[in-house]
């Protein structure tokens, strides 16, 4: 029940084309989900975070949707390009004491 | 410096070997972590330090000792490891609590022979 389950494994996009990664949870009592994002030789760092209260959350050309009846979230990357190419991770908290739980990353190609 | 720095960026290491981990955090936050990531597998959480005490140890195998001297500084002592650990070791630091914007170093890449 804690976990956070995270799909595809690896995408392939064309550039301009539209990134869509996918996470599914089951404990409802999480209410916190960030994105991460990790280039090769780096940490993860945020990109994006949205809290159950709202279904969806844009930022740039990044967006989650929350689908809180189906305990689903994803990130779409629209107008997706080269610089995007990264590994990008899912995340749940039930709040700030408690930790992150992760998924197991997706790897993102775009093609030029 | 900014942000969180990690040393080595790169270690190999027998089994029989003791070596360290270091992480430094200039971002002035109160919480620090050791993380292990391995290839298609979620990030594991290893411990949590907070003001320098230590607040979780995630079942981590005696053989990995963490010290936190400081809210600044955070090591990781290594001693007779296994091959099975070898992994991208991951230093992070948050203002806040567990779930706050977690800051991440670039890591260390262990190799145990």
């Known amino acids: 029940q804690q976990q956070v389950k995270q799909s595809p494994q690896s995408l392939i996009v064309q550039k301009g084309g539209i990134s869509i990664i996918n996470c599914a949870y089951e404990?409802?009592?999480?209410?916190?989900f960030p994105w991460y994002q990790q280039f090769p030789g780096k940490g993860p760092a945020l990109l994006i975070a949205?809290?159950?209260d709202v279904s969806e959350k844009k930022e740039g050309r990044f967006t989650i949707s929350f689908n809180k009846s189906a305990k689903q979230f994803s990130l779409h990357i629209m107008d997706s390009q080269p610089g995007d190419s990264a590994t990008y991770f899912c995340?749940?908290?039930?709040?700030?004491?408690?930790?992150?739980?992760w998924g197991a990353g997706t790897k993102l190609i775009i093609k030029p | 410096e900014t942000g969180v720095t990690q040393t080595p960026r790169h270690l190999v290491m027998g089994m029989t070997n003791k070596k360290s981990l270091k992480c430094e955090q200039h971002?002035?936050?109160?919480?620090m972590y050791w993380y292990k990531q391995s290839a298609k597998k979620p990030l594991e959480l290893m411990f949590v330090?907070?003001?320098?005490?230590?607040?979780e140890n995630n079942s981590v195998p005696s053989r990995f000792s963490p010290e936190c001297p400081n809210s600044s500084h955070l090591f990781l002592h290594l001693h007779t490891l296994q091959p099975e650990d070898s992994a991208l070791y991951l230093c992070?630091?948050?203002?806040?609590?567990?779930?706050?914007?977690?800051?991440f170093g670039q890591g260390t890449r262990l190799t145990v022979v």
């Open positions: 992070a630091s948050s203002q806040g609590d567990l779930g706050a914007e977690a800051f």
């Open positions: 995340a749940a908290s039930m709040g700030s004491n408690y930790q992150l739980i």
């Open positions: 971002l002035g936050h109160n919480a």
């Open positions: 404990n409802t009592a999480f209410d916190y």
């Open positions: 330090y907070n003001f320098k005490e230590q607040t």
């Open positions: 949205i809290r159950p």
